[in-house]
């Protein structure tokens, strides 16, 4: 499963919504990944060379940081739950780690 050049700028903004909206920096983003944060940047970006299933991990913390902020994350119109299901057959997803607040 890849995507197109459009789904990777929707899915980019979507990932950048909620980091805005979880308050947290890209520097704690990385260090509760156990990620480099230039990494994290070329994930949130998507840009560059990644892991799809670090976009996954990226894309599950992201929405339950700002679910356990208070706040409604911005959906993901790409990274649905059933595209998960697809990803699965690909890539070996693993369960995001919870900010410590």
Do not use: K
Not at 40 to 51: E, I, K, N, P
Not at 72 to 78: I, K
Not at 88 to 96: K, N, S, V
């Amino acid at each position: 499963m890849s995507l197109n050049q459009q789904e990777m700028v929707i899915t980019s903004s979507e990932l950048q919504a909620n980091l805005s909206l979880c308050g947290l920096s890209v520097e704690q983003v990385a260090a509760d990944l156990v990620l480099a944060p230039d990494y994290v940047r070329s994930l949130l970006a998507l840009s560059g060379a990644q892991d799809p299933a670090d976009v996954w991990l990226l894309r599950d913390y992201l929405e339950q940081a700002v679910v356990d902020s208070g706040g409604t994350p911005r959906p993901f119109t790409v990274l649905t739950e059933d595209s998960r299901h697809l990803a699965r057959r690909w890539f070996r997803l693993r369960e995001a780690p919870r900010h410590a607040w």
